[in-house]
């Protein structure tokens, strides 16, 4: 990002972490958000050919499940949108069949997480399937967006007014996300996002501060939060060039 923004993580995990960002247009932090869920490629499962299927479930509801298994995005440049992985799955009942049954041929791409249900076998039931992932946008199709939850807020500033007045109630203040105050950024899950909890007896004021958002942003395990802000940046700058090019000709 160019150096006159400034980001600062509030809370930081791989799959789900909160930042600050100060110094950008509404438009743009809706932009930063719109990129991470449509416009940063992911892989998935496209087509599955089943070589036997005497579970329960039509070969179709297979599909889709397994179409819904999140899948580790390699790093950029080692493919290109429309490549292809092939994953293979024999389970054969009793059992139950897992995302962790999924073999790829390529050990950049595979269940990002081991333990999601595909389906339970019976006593001579048996699933066995080829299945192509492909590299595409979530533009194309919800199951290629790794951004699973992406949203954000206006950071707001509290400034302690004054005390409240003699016998007045105080009245829940309920604010949600990240506050301001003194300079420090506090989530409001601390005092269960409840001002009147935090300052009892104490009368608050609440504004936006200008140009400066709260993001929350969760992956479903395609890559970490860090590459998806990452990727979804350089798209919006690959965009911007684009355009800018085309207005030159």
Do not use: C
């Amino acid at each position: 990002m160019s150096e006159e923004y400034d980001v600062e993580f509030v809370e930081r995990g791989d799959r789900e972490a909160r930042f600050l960002v100060r110094g950008i247009s509404p438009g743009f932090a809706n932009g930063i958000r719109r990129a991470m869920v449509a416009d940063v490629p992911t892989m998935a499962i496209d087509t599955v050919r089943f070589i036997e299927n005497s579970s329960v479930m039509f070969d179709e509801q297979l599909a889709l499940r397994l179409g819904l298994v999140p899948l580790t995005t390699p790093p950029e440049g080692e493919f290109v949108e429309d490549d292809t992985v092939t994953l293979s799955i024999d389970v054969e009942g009793p059992a139950t069949a897992y995302s962790g049954d999924l073999v790829s041929s390529d050990s950049l791409v595979e269940p990002a997480d081991e333990n999601v249900p595909i389906i339970e076998l019976k006593e001579g039931q048996r699933l066995e399937a080829e299945a192509d992932a492909r590299l595409e946008r979530g533009k194309d199709h919800a199951k290629h967006q790794g951004g699973v939850a992406v949203g954000y807020r206006h950071l707001q500033r509290v400034e302690v007014v004054d005390d409240l007045p003699e016998f007045q109630e105080p009245e829940s203040r309920i604010v949600r996300g990240v506050v301001e105050e003194n300079g420090e950024l506090v989530p409001t899950s601390e005092f269960d996002h409840d001002l009147s909890t935090r300052h009892p007896g104490k009368e608050v004021r609440l504004e936006d501060v200008p140009n400066a958002f709260v993001f929350h942003v969760e992956t479903d395990g395609s890559f970490s939060v860090e590459e998806l802000v990452t990727r979804a940046t350089d798209s919006l700058e690959a965009r911007a060039t684009e355009l800018e090019e085309a207005v030159q000709l």
